[in-house]
């Protein structure tokens, strides 16, 4: 038997922040420092962690508020101009996270990144964790003309890899991972540690790891 028929699935296409990276520190001091310049109250972090999954835009969306729409089209400058600047600030892998990559590749799995993050910038992360060398592909929310939950990437990353449904899995940790999956007809596991547990819970995954151990026994031998 290969490597590659012992595990489980083929393809596992991670969801980056708040999944593969811990990036919440230098997200929320970006969207801060769009609200300081703008003369308007900072958020809790914790506030700010909720708000992320769909992109940069709909981040500073929502942290300016219904009021402040007029607005949002500054805001999305300076945070990319912040962000940009300081998005390996404090951003790192989850523990265990980057030995997860290494055993599954071992073993001949495939793996990608899909993200609603703009793919400049995911790639600058990827690259400045040294993450890419390890991946046959990413999509960022910039990358074609749809972005999660669409599933129109998580079907170009599986036919970069000539992976099937049925032997990929999606990792994430919000419900916009879980209704791509869903979307894509892939198998779905949710992470524990991402930036909104509570949000993921609710939308009724069928499994959540809550480590890095536990995250590559589904890999090996499925949910």
Known sequence: MSAAAAARFDHVAFDLDGTLIDSRADLAASVNHVLRTMGIRELAPQTLYGYVGEGARVLVERALGPDRRARVDEGVALFMDYYGAHLLDATVPYPGLVDVLDAAAARGVALSVLTNKPFGL???ILD????TPRLIG????DSLPVRKPDPAGLDALRALSKTSRERTLLVGDSSIDLATARAGDVAFCGVAWGLS??????AGPERIVHDAAELLRVIERGL
Do not use: K
């Open 138 to 141: 990413v999509i960022g929310g």
């Open 122 to 124: 995911t790639l600058s």
């Open 197 to 202: 547990p509570e949000a993921l819970v609710a």
């Open 128 to 131: 400045g964790l040294g993450l």
